[in-house]
């Protein structure tokens, strides 16, 4: 492998660089993982779910208005020929006592018909009493959703909002970090990182690689005491680039 030098300076900067793109990935997962993105998802099947009962209530409603129109209609001719038939016995213009007879009949059976009929009208109007308000009680929660859907969605975008702006500082940060590191060790940083879950930097602290936690062998720490300030260190265990700092206690 060829060894790459770089003067313990660029080695530092390379140390904060990993810490500004650690912190990019962290605010980049929180980006994507906001509990808004997931909140939002279920107020939209929620509301779907809500609007497509209401299309259900619509339809109960004007089927049982015509139901009950029906049965308005229904009523009508009985209602009239009781009434004749009442006028006509009251009147006394039914002579004959047995059309008389046949007479009182029906009407003692017009009467039970519009008595069963006007049951059947009022089952109808409870019926869609009941479809109306179960369609109001729809409609509040869809208004409800549609609320929480406004005040979630806000929540959200000011969330995002700000994640952008904290992310826009750092690469900022990040773009004159780049500047103060050779590209040689910048380049392996950057290889490095792409197969070790973006971290392809690493300090040496108190004789412990903080890329993979592992404490340096006796031998290995014998290696990296006598090597020269500006020699670019590998973890022998993880790969990663070590950067040694006062706190290595080498
Ligand atoms: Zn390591």
Do not use: W
Not at 163 to 175: F, G, N, Q, V
């Amino acid at each position: 492998m060829r060894a790459i030098r770089a003067d313990k300076d660029a080695q530092l900067r390379l140390l904060d660089l990993q810490n500004v793109d650690t912190t990019l990935a962290q605010l980049d997962h929180r980006r994507q993982t906001l509990s808004q993105h997931a909140a939002i998802a279920r107020l939209r099947t929620q509301r779907a779910a809500l609007a497509s009962n209401l299309v259900a209530a619509d339809t109960a409603i004007s089927d049982l208005e015509v139901e009950q129109a029906k049965a308005e209609t229904d009523l009508e001719p009985v209602q009239e020929r009781l009434n004749r038939n009442q006028a006509r016995i009251a009147n006394g213009t039914v002579a004959d006592a047995k059309a008389l007879s046949s007479m009182l009949e029906e009407v003692s059976h017009l009467k039970k018909r519009i008595s069963d009929l006007e049951d059947a009208e009022l089952e109808v109007m409870e019926q869609l009493e009941a479809a109306v308000a179960n369609r109001e009680t729809l409609r509040a929660r869809i208004s409800q959703v549609d609320d929480d859907l406004i005040d979630t969605i806000a929540e959200r975008d000011r969330q995002l909002a700000a994640l952008a702006d904290e992310m826009a500082r750092l690469r900022t940060e990040r773009a004159e970090l780049t500047t103060l590191i050779p590209d040689d060790l910048l380049a392996l940083y950057g290889k490095i990182g792409a197969s070790h879950g973006g971290v392809g930097a690493a300090e040496l602290r108190q004789r412990r690689c903080t890329g993979c936690q592992l404490e340096i062998n006796a031998a290995d720490l014998r290696v990296f005491s006598a090597a020269a300030e500006d020699e670019v260190l590998r973890c022998e265990e993880c790969g990663r680039i070590l950067i040694r700092t006062s706190q290595s206690g080498l």
